[in-house]
């Protein structure tokens, strides 16, 4: 794309670029000077140090090496000294201490913590600081001390509607320690699939997941692989609701007769365990056993949100058996099953986590409520003496710009009472519309603003500085092994049947994908509906728009006339490709878009006067090209509407 | 960047796409419809099987899934039948049949062949057939018969100038299959490095390998990945020169007085094994011995290259030796040599391979000479009855053209007698500027078009048509997991800071990398100097020039205008940034070569003829402009020099 932003703004570009850290640290002091990072550098642990403290100075020495494309040498002076004052206790509990400080000078670097996790926390934030200067890469000169604002600062992934394989999960481990999140929750059974290999009941997995699946040694992998990263992975097994794929081998589980099939449409179903009988507790006390030993952290999901009541109205014997209890109410049935599941839990020595619908009296107040509906779900949880984590307001389907997310605070609206109740926030990535390779673009970058949310004091609110800030972070995310930038380019590629696809670059550029409410798929069989589309290789937010908020008018016109040209370029190479038809529309209006900013940019430019309403037309115009097409809105209409709005004034 | 050739030339796309096949089969009937490519799509094996083949078949559908974006549903009808006639033969020999059938049509496709390594070269063939059409995903109808013009097609790769994990190896591995190259060299010691684990001899990684070697559960994992793919691994142990590794552990086998130490410079050096002492033939046998059990392959390539004599020279006891053995000059020496080494291998089960330089008498007639300097030297190769592999013509660090390797043919000037003997040809990667993070760029493409030239029929030749089918053969090529088009993206935005880089992609796909022979340094340690400047993140060949050879003048405006501004897009990025400080000279280069280019279109576009002399100073100027700069030639000028040309007529 032909952008001039710079050329027109070298002032901004003379200015010391604000440092690119993110989670923001709770309190930075820059100094002067910078400490130089060559071949040589390297770092040195003072003190005790273990085999899990020299892995984690590899993987940062490694990833150093990565990210400046320096050849590190083994043996030189150290850089950066490491003091980690207790090492030793390889616990990782909710609460524990993450603080560390850093100081950097033109001599050296040091890095302190209490604890291993806060090392790991101080590896992240230096590695943050590399950047090309005036002698090479360096780290400025600076003082951070840090400390997370939540102990709770989480990434659930559904794994369920569409299969992530281990190293997609590893890699975003990765990327969520990267900016500091420590709590990996991984939605790991629901209608669509059952995906944790269980030896006691294989026909879950062999039955309920179409051969995808983790195996214990797998899942072992995992944890170890989060824990030596400052993560806790909580399991989620849901129930008594989105259990269809458990029934596909264990029918006799359910309210209703089976036979039970795998789930392929998205929704909220009917299949239900069956709550009044023991054989239902028996086997849950089975398998929730064994998986209590496979995922040690204490914290175990049940689920239990969008129970579906049908299946429990028709059944005569839980009818009865409800009667029998005094259960008035499918509400109280659930809260029923909560309890004995929760007894279960108790008994394998793991505290209960459930999405809002668990909430009500009679449970532990250990208990933790995960409101995906928001305050008032969560006064009402602390009231009752629950815990509550937040995640209205972070799902992440619903592919909102960065700043929405970032804008919301996990205590905002929460009275002083339910304040001390509150652990802190999950952001939650569900994947009707997500697969394996889309994933990364779908929680990345925008993770790393709501990571900031979660880990900086409440009062980092910049939204300008987050989004110039996320630019780097992005990038420097790369080096992770995330691929949420470089995964839609070979996309883009397959949908241009190998030709140079610069056309349709320049339109996935100028667009957003909608998330799951613009994306609705009623198809009998929507989970194998490939995610092959347009819509699927476009990011959720356009990083190209956004640097046009400030572009001058010769650099806006090169911009709105490639954007002009884009129909007939596009056209060519969409002849005879079934992919594409959809996307022609789509460049017809981007087409649209571009000459309607040319037009507004002769008017703007000759300072000729545009007649009397033609603005106005233009802005009703712009209106009806935002329209959706092929699930994919035009950002570049706000780019437009920016411009045509300065010949109204 | 702004390019439109595709508005301009619409009849170009409305033609049917010839055949994205590379290598070219020997004989290609195209039918008429396709084979729909859906969810359904499924291989059958008909007859006899194995683990092998099921795991081929398993690589085969995972790649089919990757390249379309479909999820593979199990269950559904084949669409794929293949045959594998002996298919119980598990050896990997050289000269095997690697023929096969591929039979498409509009009901199913069928696959067969006499050997398992025909039917992967097959599953290649049709996953390149593979393309987006009128009704989604298809294979068009047509039949192939297709087998090998040479039955040596090999890829050297010097893992020892840089270091190239596993991973980097077996990515490579998968893409030389994807083209159907059956040899694997594996350039394993060289003065800077010796990169096997010995347990015989340990000091030969333990000081010889700055700690980057291969354990030899490492090695056996490569020979059987490469194995599964239909690739032999031939490995090099070079000697008696550039030895300088293996004498930093064991001084002894030297032909002066240590110690030594890593070699850390590029060139030919003075060490070198001591051909006079038998203490040299037992360490040898012990560990060829030892690293015969490690590669099963019957080839075995002892290097043999740029022996420097100036250690023998000076050697009393080696001189005496000579005088004993009636050796009357180095060359002599070098042949005695040879001949015991050769004796060594042939104990151990294997068929020596060696560089031009060990050609000479008295060496056993199954030898086999690797010609890197090329014609004659083959021909005198094949007096002796010895065989031969060409790789003159394929030295992939000079960086060239792909058409430059595409026309050397291996028969060229090969007189009658000498043709029988040669087995084929091998592409070198010779490591001195190249890093794990570069690798691929430097290798692939280009390696297509000389795997066409190794595999297909002699009368294959058409360069146009290379390259017209190595634009999407190169993309295609992703799938396969190599990182020939992705991995310059984050090396440029590295150089950028983290800050929008799309004036660094607009020259660096203006640019071509210099090879080898410009980038010579003296650097004391030049290999510990990184490779993440511009010139690391160029393309050896620019795809953007060529394919501006037939665009059209709106096209070129938009273009050149874009290279006008770069220099002014630069600068600001180029701000206390050192690492571009090199390359601010070339983006004042760019944008005085776009803004000639402007001034030639105003020209042509106006029909004002330009004032007398004025193309011919273009000219000079232009020529000027192509001189290279931070080790980078501004592909850009010859674009403008063909416009430019337009006004001279």
Redesign the interface.
Known sequence: ???????L??I???QA?PL?LMPMPAKVVEGSGFLRID?GFRVQIEGRTDSRLRAAVDRFTARVA??????L??GNHAALQVVCRKCEDETLALGEDESYQLDVSSDGASLQANTFTGILRGFETFSQLI???????QAPAVRIEDQPRFPWRGLMLDVCR?WMPVAVVERNIDAMAAVKLNVFHWHLSDDQGFRVESRKFPKLQQLGS??NFYTQAEVREVVAYARDRGIRVVPEFDMPGHTTAWLVGYPGLGSAPGPYAIERKWGIFEPALDPSRESTYSFLDGLLGEMASLFPDPYFHMGGDEVEEVQWKRSGTIQAFAREHHLSNSGEIQAYFNRRVQKILQKHGKMMVGWDEVSGPGLATDTVIQSWRGGASMAEAAAQGYRSILSFGYYLDALQPAAVHYRVDPLAGVDARTVPHILGAEACMWSEYV?A?TVDSRIWPRMAAIAERFWSPREVTDTDSMYERL???S??L??TGIQH??AA???L???A????A??LRVLAAASEALGIAGRRNLNENAS?V???RFV?AVPPES?TVR?LEHAGNPELR?VF??WA?NE??M???A??????KEVLPLARNLSAVGRIGLKTLDYLDSGQPAPEGWAATQIVALQKLEEPLAQVRLAAVQVVRRVVSKIQK
Request: aromatic share 6%.
């Open positions: 794309m032909g952008r001039l932003a710079w050329l703004l070298p901004a570009f003379a670029a690119a071949a990565r990210q400046t494309g320096i050849l040498v083994p950047a090309p200067g005036p002698a090479g890469f569409h179409d051969g697969s390779e630019v780097p972070i990038r420097w790369e080096w930038r470089s380019g070979p996309m590629d397959r949908l049947g190998g030709r140079p610069g056309a194998r490939p995610l092959n699927d990083e640097d090169a006339t490639e040209e007939a370029r056209k060519p190479m002849e005879g490709n079934a992919l594409l």
